[in-house]
DNA sequence: AAGAGTATTGTTAACGTGTGCATAGATGTG
DNA sequence: CACATCTATGCACACGTTAACAATACTCTT
């Protein structure tokens, strides 16, 4: 059938052995007869049998890359961001093999022999459990994204704390006082992040936000769209709205143009996240862009680090957001 | 190290011959006898070496699914639809590959041995020479989204001219006379098939379309922009335009907004592609929605077909579009 | 010139699984 | 009861590769 280093050792008049070391570059073997070999290989056009190859050296050449879900919800955007950064790394070290984890009925088949290392993109809290079973089966893991604490798992996600705060002191340095926030979906460690840090910028540089100018968000267009409702009701608008993310910014601009105003002409929005469609909603949507791709570069490259050399560095790496500044926020000069 | 069915065999005092039919359920072997050997396998938690199978099955259990790039231009929602329609069909019967075409140095390592079937999800002409590698090798494959005429090789994609020529006559039907048509880059088959599909559903309406109502374009939105410009200069303005893909209708639908009209009170517009922004931008975009998932679905359903009966069937299957109705597009009442 | 050391290659077994053939026992048949 | 047939299992080898150990030839040292 197809070329085999036995083949190569029969027209070379070596045993296979030679021909393995040949090809693996091996120091035992002369330059020359290494050479001749190499002639030989290339002119049969031979490839490595990587089956066989796993199967003695007991390590797959695949790197698994899972999502929490494929099927439900994953947005689009970030699901290619990541897999951009991932593959830019691994390249062809090893093979890519794309999973959604609730895809897996059981992780029985995950073991060491079938992967090198996983990387987790978490959206989840529900994926605890197959982080714990890849940790236990002692695969090297990292888990990107989502905040994890679990021993011996890498970590690598982007400070979103320092991105709201950044969000928050950008409104403030563009004169808005009156500085209204809606927060993300309750029991989300994001929604806590993402109020901390506006919480931090609003107390550093002195502003008061009062309790009407809070609301609980949903994460969705619906409960944004609500929330400022609520506020344009008020007495004393605000005239700037931090959303916890785009879609409820999303919401919060239409329930503005509703109205009769306009953003960012009467009320200033930010978002947070920088999803696809950001930039194309009229007027575009300034945000916080969280660097997915660059969290999955990141997280490869210190996976593998950790494969090649043996390790088990166990860190947690928080990477900096970026604002995105667009249209959606007007300064205020009075 | 971890368990094999030898370690089976010797609790179950039998051979490791007859561990291995038991768990393939193979008729030689006595029904209790396979129970007692299924119950032992459970207990010691045992997961076959996939990598000695494949080696002496001579199978990988690999499925690749292969872009033009990951790196370059592929956009998101295309990108993840099309795992998500594979991956629905493929779930765990084997482990989904995904590789940009561009990052192949060499197609040295696409073998019959390292993939059992290989998914090519083609956005450009550059695809032929790796599509011709995979079919000379006798690897089962399937190319989505473009058309193909390589011997062998199975085809799925949308019927792009049908989709156009709904658009068209769906302009038609709204009472639109004056249509024009901003055509899609030069070269490219996409963009022939949808002018073909437009001039179809004119021809068949009987609406004729003058020159000055044609112009072309480069799938961006500079182009859509300026190409709407040239109509709003004309004296006898069109009420409708279809743009060859959704970037132009954006680009285009931009330009009027800055003429002072509006979309769709003045100007009627009708995209191609639904892209994910397209629902997002204002007004919401009315466009033709290729199956890109149900393209990824049907194509693999077909793979695996022809991949687990040994056939080589050859066909190429055309998908129907849909037409997205929102809100770029008013009837015309005059 | 003999022994030690070194450079290069070969012999053989191993990784974990599946399968053709042989075998032993059970069952049927005339 | 002798022989054929069938059922359930085991033996031995194969898949393609790497690696520990053995073997050979050559060089150097004294």
Redesign the interface.
Known sequence: M?VTIKDIAKLAGVSHTTVSRALNNSPLIQEETKERIRIIANQL?Y?P????K??VLDR?Y?MG?FFTT??NG?S??F???A??GV??VI??RY??????ID???SF??I????FDGIIIVSQSDDDQPIIEHIAQKGIPLVVLNRPVDTVGVLNVLSDEEQGAFHAGAFLVKQGHKKIALIEGRKGFKSAQNRKDGFDRAMGHYGISVPAAYRLPGLYDLESGHKAMQQFLSLDEKPTAVFCCNDEMA?GAIKAVFESGLHVPKDISVVGFDDT??A????PSLTTVRRPIEQISKEGALRLLGNIENKLHTTEQVLLRTELIVRESVQPLQA
């Open positions: 197809s056009d490839t049998n990587y089956n066989a796993s199967l797959s695949n890359l494929l099927s994953t689009a955007g699901f290619y961001e897999i951009r593959n830019s390249r062809d093979q890519l093999i794309v999973k959604g895809d897996y009925t029985h088949s073991t060491k022999k079938s999303l696809v469609f930039g194309y909603v009229t």
